[in-house]
């Protein structure tokens, strides 16, 4: 697992923690996603996980949109995935993420496409409102554990 170090700037400093998850290749969606975890200023708890997946995963993605869902994955898939890095983030910036997801959630249908709008694009969205540097012509679109390795070589911050 990396960890950050840092957290980012904002108003206050949140005991809120995104780790971001991978896997390379298989049948379980979506690849690429993070969970929140930690507390509030307020005292409100926080444990979530957020992905962005074809509803249907089928041969039909290979061939343009189809419907899309941000959702959690299961905590075993959760346990099976790789963690790549961790950084901690004000309750400024959690609020600012859960706006993201809720922006995702309703983009209208058929939302999902493996070349425009896929799971790396939903994480590289939340990591690019974190700060994080990213890619915006990577390669790595549909290698998700590569597209991470990127995104640690891109800022230095981020560290085993």
């Not at 390379?24 to 509030?40: D, I, N, Q, R």
């Not at 041969?59 to 790549?84: E, F, T």
């Not at 400024?92 to 790396?120: D, F, G, T």
Request: net charge positive; charged share 20%; hydrophobic share 40%.
């Amino acid at each position: 697992m990396f960890s950050s170090g840092f957290v980012l700037p904002d108003t206050a400093r949140a005991d809120v923690t995104v780790t971001f998850y991978s896997h390379e290749f298989g049948e379980s969606f979506p690849h690429a996603f993070y969970t929140v975890k930690g507390k509030l200023d307020n005292g409100q708890i926080v444990d979530d996980a957020h992905g962005f997946t074809a509803i249907n995963v089928s041969p039909a993605i290979l061939w343009g949109s189809v419907k899309g869902i941000v959702k959690a994955p299961p905590a075993n898939y959760i346990a099976k995935s790789d963690s790549q890095f961790s950084i901690s983030i004000s309750d400024a910036a959690y609020r600012k993420l859960m706006a993201k997801v809720a922006k995702w959630k309703a983009i209208p249908q058929k939302s999902y496409n493996l070349n425009k709008r896929n799971c790396v694009h939903f994480v590289e969205d939340a990591m690019a409102l974190l700060g994080l540097k990213t890619n915006p012509k990577t390669k790595y679109r549909k290698k998700p554990t590569s597209f991470m390795k990127e995104i640690v070589a891109l800022n230095p911050g981020l560290k085993k």
